[in-house]
């Protein structure tokens, strides 16, 4: 037997209880695992979608201000705004390929 907190109050409670012994707030029980892992799986979606924006503004900003001092700097700040884009568009089709674009990215900045 495991503890789940419970919907409207928030008291640990047993996973297996219908209701809330505190509040008698009904608890839905035969799939609340899978809608908790579907909404915990969205937000880290929407999370990776907002990063991978910032990652994008940051590099292409990054690019044009060092592109005629820094040209190879540049290019690789060029690199990872495109990867970036690519894994906010990614997002849409694949969260997995979505987050490994945008790690390349991240190890393209931190190269530098």
């Not at 789940?4 to 035969?30: F, T, V, W, Y």
């Not at 990652?55 to 900003?61: C, E, K």
């Not at 060029?78 to 990215?105: E, N």
Request: hydrophobic share 45%; with cysteine.
């Amino acid at each position: 037997m495991s503890m789940i907190h419970c919907r409207e109050c928030g008291e640990l409670i047993s996973d297996s209880a219908p209701m809330c012994p505190k509040c008698g707030a009904k608890q839905n029980i035969s799939n609340e695992g899978s809608e908790n892992f579907m909404a915990k799986l969205h937000h880290g979606e929407k999370g990776l979608r907002i990063v991978s924006v910032i990652i994008g503004i940051v590099g292409l900003i990054l690019y044009f201000t060092k592109k005629e001092k820094e040209p190879q700097a540049a290019t690789t700040y060029l690199y990872c705004a495109l990867f970036s884009i690519a894994s906010d568009i990614l997002c849409f089709i694949f969260f997995p390929l979505s987050f490994i674009a945008l790690i390349v990215g991240i190890v393209l900045v931190a190269k530098d």
